[in-house]
C-alpha cells in the first residue's frame, strides 16, 4: 500500500484538524446535534460525520465554512520560514480571549518550535504533522472511547 501523495495527505489532514476542533466546541457547547446544526447552518447527519471523523467526503471548504460560523479562531501560515510567511488569521479571533489562554511556558514552546521548524527540511515537516495528525486522532479515539466508557458506567449504576 503507497502513501497518499503530499497533497492528498496534507488535505486529509487539515480535514482531521478542523473536524476534531468543531467536535471539541460543540462538545463545548453542551447542546445536541440538531441544535448545534440549527445554530451552525448545516444539516445534522453532516454535523455527525464531522463529530465522529468521518470526513473523508466532507469537503475542506465546508468544514473551514463552519469553523468561521463557529467562530473559531483560525490561522494558516504558508511559507518556509515563519517569521517570513504569509498567514492568514480570521478576522472573528478576538485578540482579548486569545491573551487570556496565553502563558509563559506556551511562549517558550512556541519560540522552542519555531527554532526547531527551522532546521527541518519540508520531507521531515510534513512527516511530522502527519505523525502530528496521528497522534491527534489516536487522542480523538481514545477520548471518545473514555467518554463511552464513562456513559456505560453512568448508565450501569442508574
Do not use: C, W, Y
Not at 501560515?77 to 489562554?101: K, W
Amino acid at each position: 500500500m503507497s502513501l497518499p501523495s503530499p497533497d492528498i495527505a496534507t488535505v486529509r489532514a487539515l480535514r482531521s484538524d478542523v473536524a476534531v476542533q468543531l467536535a471539541r466546541h460543540i462538545h463545548r457547547m453542551g447542546v445536541s446535534q440538531v441544535v448545534a446544526a440549527k445554530r451552525l447552518g448545516l444539516p445534522q447527519p453532516t454535523l455527525s460525520k464531522i463529530i465522529n471523523g468521518r470526513v473523508s467526503d466532507v469537503s475542506l471548504e465546508l468544514l473551514i465554512r463552519v469553523a468561521v460560523r463557529a467562530s473559531l479562531p483560525m490561522t494558516l501560515q504558508i511559507g518556509l520560514v515563519p517569521q517570513e510567511a504569509g498567514a492568514f488569521r480570521s478576522s472573528r479571533t478576538h485578540s482579548r480571549s486569545t491573551r487570556a489562554f496565553r502563558s509563559k511556558l506556551g511562549d517558550v514552546a512556541r519560540q522552542s518550535l519555531i527554532q526547531s521548524d527551522a532546521s527541518l527540511t519540508p520531507s521531515q515537516r510534513l512527516e511530522a504533522f502527519l505523525e502530528h495528525n496521528q497522534l491527534l486522532g489516536a487522542l480523538h479515539q481514545a477520548g471518545r472511547a473514555a467518554e463511552a466508557q464513562r456513559v456505560r458506567k453512568a448508565t450501569f449504576k442508574a
